[in-house]
């Protein structure tokens, strides 16, 4: 943000008076109702800095009760819920909240008709490449163009989409090959990139809990030593006074007991078929699917 309004003030899109931006450091001698801030967040953003002042503090600054908060933005489909808790959030503050809804407070940042025709009229440029927005919108501003600015056809305005690689020369622009693409995920705490499936687990972890079965095994025998050690986490719907855990503990022995010795000494196969009948008589008792980790042990 405070790039883009550099920039505008050297455009002179953003005339402010002499003196009047000053930074945070200076705004702290001021008193609060000679001081407007100007933050990123109106889309609810929990790492912007207006969720940060709504619901802590923000290099020492926080929402305090009768402040007035501007929230110059329109709602982005699929904000909605993260929006509605920032301005939960601010009101628990106690500050009084102006938004686009009740006033207007706020001014598209995309293209008119108009914007687009100037732009094109004025650069001429060989070739355009409709971006930003669903494919009708595209679609739409190919159409526009067509229809307005005189010169241009099929030929040298291209709609392109996510994965596609668009091959341009002096003769010519085209869509030459695609490629797939697919989300990437990043760990919030190693910064590193991790795999779907590691994702797809964090998540069944965190909807359905976990189970860890430890199972001990003669090596020699291929007999099981001892009662299965079972432990739950985060598995909703069990209760420690029910037998619960108990009853899971015998389905295992009982499974072990029907299993052929082949069958046990093969350990991936033994492990599968554990946490399979671990997994049916959790859903069947509780109606849930936690992640369950299957743990052999030889002796």
């Known amino acids: 943000m405070q790039k883009n309004v550099e920039i505008a003030v050297e455009q002179g899109l953003l005339k402010i008076p002499h003196d009047t931006m000053i930074d945070i450091g200076e705004s702290r001698a001021l008193d609060d109702d000679q001081i407007v801030y100007l933050v990123t967040g109106s889309q609810g953003e929990t790492r912007a800095a207006l969720w940060n002042m709504a619901t802590s503090t923000f290099k020492g600054m926080e929402i305090k009760k009768g402040d007035t908060v501007v929230l110059s933005a329109r709602i982005i489909p699929g904000n909605d819920k ?170 295992i022995i009982d499974a072990v007991g029907e299993m052929k010795k082949e069958h046990i000494a093969d350990r991936a196969l033994f492990k599968e078929n554990l946490r399979i009948h671990l997994k049916r008589f959790v859903q069947k008792a509780i109606g849930t699917k936690p992640v369950i980790v299957t743990t052999i042990v030889e002796v």
């Not at 108009?114 to 009708?136: L, Q, W």
């Not at 090596?219 to 420690?240: C, K, L, S, W």
């Open 82 to 251: 993260a929006i509605s808790r920032l301005i939960g959030h601010l009101y628990k503050r106690g500050a009084n909240i102006i938004e686009e809804k009740r006033r207007l407070v706020h001014v598209s940042g995309h293209a008119s008709q108009g914007d687009i025709k100037i732009m094109v009229e004025t650069s001429r440029p060989k070739f355009v490449v409709p971006i930003h927005g669903e494919y009708r919108m595209l679609f739409r501003q190919k159409e526009f163009i067509k229809n307005h600015v005189e010169g241009y056809t099929d030929d040298n305005i291209i709609l392109i989409e996510n994965g596609n690689v668009l091959e341009i020369d002096e003769y010519a622009a085209k869509v030459v090959e695609k490629h797939e693409l697919h989300r990437t995920f990043i760990d919030e705490e190693s910064m590193g990139e991790i795999e779907y499936d590691v994702v797809r687990e964090r998540k069944k972890l965190a909807y359905g809990g976990a189970i860890s079965l430890v199972v001990t095994v003669n090596r020699a025998t291929h007999e099981i030593a001892g009662d299965p050690h079972i432990t739950f986490q985060g598995v909703a719907g069990i209760n420690p006074t029910n037998g619960f855990a108990a009853d899971a503990r015998q389905t």
